[in-house]
């Protein structure tokens, strides 16, 4: 039935430069990108706005875009938070130092009681993230 979850990143206007972040802060690659320009929509405040990116983060594939139209509120009032599964203890450490970079740490990296790694943080770009490596048994 459900193939695949995509987590589709909302931004006002940053989006190259959030795109640039994190590729860097998730070692991902950049697979597609599009501005309201290239497309041909008029809809945007900006043509160069980002209308369609893609980034890569080993076989996981998020989308981004930017909102066209300088306006806050479709950004407001989320309750999502986008969970990253962590296959080591060294890559969650380096994702959480990049991400919580001018962000707000919820919760400090540190060691749970269910027997993980785990961190909540909302980054400078207002994205939720909850961040996890699950010990070896």
């Known amino acids: 039935m459900l193939k695949s979850t995509v987590p589709y990143l909302f931004f006002n206007g940053q989006c190259k430069d959030a795109l640039a972040f994190y590729s860097k802060a998730l070692n991902g690659e950049i697979k597609a990108t ?20 893609q980034l890569d983060v080993d076989g996981n594939l998020f989308m981004l875009l930017d909102i066209p139209k300088d306006d806050d509120t479709m950004l407001q009032d989320r309750n999502v938070y986008i969970v990253l599964e962590f296959d080591s203890e060294t890559a969650i450490e380096e994702v959480y130092e990049q991400l919580k970079d001018e962000g707000d740490v919820q919760m400090e990296l540190d060691t749970m009681f269910w027997g993980a790694k785990y961190a909540k943080l909302v980054d400078k770009y207002d994205i939720g993230w909850d961040l996890s490596y699950t010990f070896p048994q």
Request: without cysteine; hydrophobic residues 35%; proline residues 5%.
């Open 34 to 53: 599009m501005t309201y320009g290239e497309a041909n929509e008029s809809v945007a405040d900006d043509p160069n706005r980002v209308i369609h990116a």
